[in-house]
C-alpha cells in the first residue's frame, strides 16, 4: 500500500524556465509524495507526463557543469578499466560527456530530448531520440547486439514503470555485463532536510533497499553500491544477470538504510515534519532580511529551486534575480516564482547583501569562484541542511 507524507503543493516543471508571454498557460501539478509498503520505494503520487518534461526544450545541458564533465569522465575511466566491456549503451545520455569518453563504433546513446540526441548523434554516435523501454531494448539488440555495460546517470529515477525499465534493461544485457546506474540517494535526502530534490522529473527517490527489491524482480541483481557526493550525494548501482558476488557495500548500505529507518513509515512523518519547520525558518529569515532593506539573489537556476520556491511561496518580492551559467536558462524567468534568470556577467554580486544558494551541492565550487563577493561582506544562503547564514 501506498501511504502519502509530504505535500509540496501546486508546482510548475521544474525545468521549465518561461517567457513572460507564457506566465498565464503555465501548467502546475499537485506535488505529494509516497511510500510503499511493500517495496520500500518513494515516489510522487501523481506523475506528469514525460512528454512534458522531456523534449527538445529540456535546458540542462550536463557539458555546462564543470564538475558533471570531470565526473563523468572519471566514471567512463573507472568503468573500462574495471569491466573493460567490447560496447557499451547510455540511457539518458544527454549532451555526451559520459559517452563520449567511449569510441564511437562501439557506443550507443538513448535520449528524449532531440535537441542531446541530435548532438551526439553529429558527434558520429548511434543516437536513438526516445524513452527507454523493452521495445526499444528490442530494436536496439537486433540492431547492435547485446551489450556488456549499460549506463546510466540521473536519469533511472525519472522513468515511472521501473519493472519495464529494468526488465528492458536485463533484455539487452550480455550474461556478464554490467548495469551501472546513479541517482540521488534517499537517505542523504532524508538525512540532510533537501526535499527540493523532489520534483516533476524525479517521480522515484531511490534507496538502494527499494533497489534491491526491485531489480530482483526482473532478474537482476544489485551486487556493488558506490556512494557519491555528486547531486547532494548519490548513489552509483551496480547490478548483473544471474548469480553473482554481492559485495559487502551491499550490506552496509542496506544496514546503514534500516538503520536510519528507511523502512518505517514514520522517518517519513518526521521529514515531512522538518520539511515544514524549514520553510517556516525560509520565510522568516528572507522576509527579515527584506524588512531590513537587503538586497538578496540566488545563484543557480535549478529544478531545485524550483521546489523551494514554489513550496515557499519565494517571488521576485523577496529575491530580486537569479544567476545562472546556462544559457538556455538566461533571460528566461524561473517556473512558477517567475523570478528573472540572467547571466552571471551581467550582474555585479557586489551590489547585492546576501545570496541564496539555489544550486547548495556547488556551495565550495560557487564560494571559491565569488570569493570576492565575501570579501565585500556579502553572504550565502542555505537551507541545506538547515537555513544558514555562511560568509
Ligand atoms: P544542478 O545542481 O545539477 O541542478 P538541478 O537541481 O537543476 O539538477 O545544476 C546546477 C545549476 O547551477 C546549473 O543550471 C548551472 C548552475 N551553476 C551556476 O550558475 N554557477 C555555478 O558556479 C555552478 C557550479 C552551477
Not at 501546486?10 to 513572460?20: D, E, G, H, V
Not at 528492458?168 to 544485457?173: D, F
Not at 522529473?201 to 556512494?227: C, K, M, Q, W, Y
Request: aromatic letters at 12%.
Amino acid at each position: 500500500m501506498k501511504k502519502e507524507f509530504l505535500d509540496l503543493g501546486r508546482q510548475p516543471i521544474a525545468n521549465k524556465f518561461l517567457n513572460k508571454e507564457d506566465f498565464d498557460d503555465e501548467f502546475f501539478f499537485d506535488l505529494k509524495v509516497c511510500w510503499d509498503e511493500e517495496t520500500k520505494l518513494v515516489s510522487i503520487k501523481d506523475f506528469v507526463e514525460p512528454e512534458r518534461i522531456f523534449n527538445d526544450d529540456y535546458p540542462y545541458h550536463t557539458s555546462n557543469s564543470f564538475p558533471m564533465v570531470k565526473h563523468f569522465k572519471d566514471a567512463a575511466e573507472m568503468l573500462k578499466k574495471k569491466f573493460n566491456p567490447k560496447n557499451v549503451l547510455e540511457i539518458g545520455s544527454n549532451d555526451g560527456p559520459f559517452i563520449t569518453n567511449f569510441d564511437k563504433e562501439t557506443s550507443v546513446c538513448v535520449e528524449p530530448c532531440g535537441n542531446f540526441s541530435l548532438k551526439t548523434a553529429h558527434m558520429g554516435y548511434q543516437s536513438y531520440t526516445s524513452f527507454w523501454t523493452t521495445e526499444l531494448s528490442e530494436k536496439i539488440k537486433s540492431h547492435h547486439g547485446k551489450m556488456d555495460l549499460i549506463y546510466a546517470a540521473n536519469c533511472i529515477c525519472h522513468i515511472h514503470d521501473l519493472d519495464d525499465a529494468f526488465s528492458a534493461v536485463a533484455n539487452l544485457l550480455s550474461d556478464d555485463g554490467v548495469f551501472v546506474f546513479e541517482d540521488p540517494s534517499l537517505l542523504k535526502i532524508l538525512e540532510r532536510g533537501s526535499y527540493d530534490q523532489i520534483y516533476d522529473e524525479h517521480p522515484h527517490i531511490f534507496s538502494v533497499t527499494a533497489l534491491n527489491n526491485l531489480l530482483r524482480r526482473s532478474g537482476l541483481t544489485l551486487f556493488r553500491v558506490d556512494n557519491l557526493s555528486v547531486h547532494g550525494g548519490s548513489n552509483r548501482i551496480y547490478a548483473a544477470k544471474g548469480n553473482v558476488e554481492v559485495e559487502q557495500s551491499v550490506a552496509d548500505n542496506l544496514i546503514e538504510e534500516s538503520i536510519f529507518g528507511i523502512n518505517h513509515f514514520q522517518t517519513y512523518e518526521i521529514f515531512a515534519k522538518r520539511v515544514k519547520d524549514s520553510k517556516d525558518e525560509l520565510l522568516r529569515c528572507l522576509g527579515n532580511l527584506r524588512h531590513n532593506g537587503k538586497k538578496i539573489i540566488c545563484i543557480g537556476a535549478t529544478a531545485k529551486s524550483t521546489t523551494v520556491f514554489n513550496y515557499c511561496g519565494i517571488g521576485p518580492d523577496l529575491i530580486d534575480l537569479i544567476t545562472d551559467t546556462t544559457e538556455a536558462k538566461q533571460g528566461m524567468f524561473s517556473p512558477g516564482s517567475h523570478i528573472p534568470v540572467v547571466d552571471r556577467k551581467s550582474v555585479n554580486l557586489n551590489d547585492y547583501d546576501y545570496a541564496f544558494l539555489g544550486a547548495w551541492n556547488f556551495k565550495d565550487v560557487i564560494a571559491n569562484k565569488e570569493r570576492e563577493f565575501v570579501e565585500n561582506g556579502g553572504k550565502f544562503i542555505t537551507h541545506v541542511p538547515k537555513i544558514i547564514m555562511l560568509s
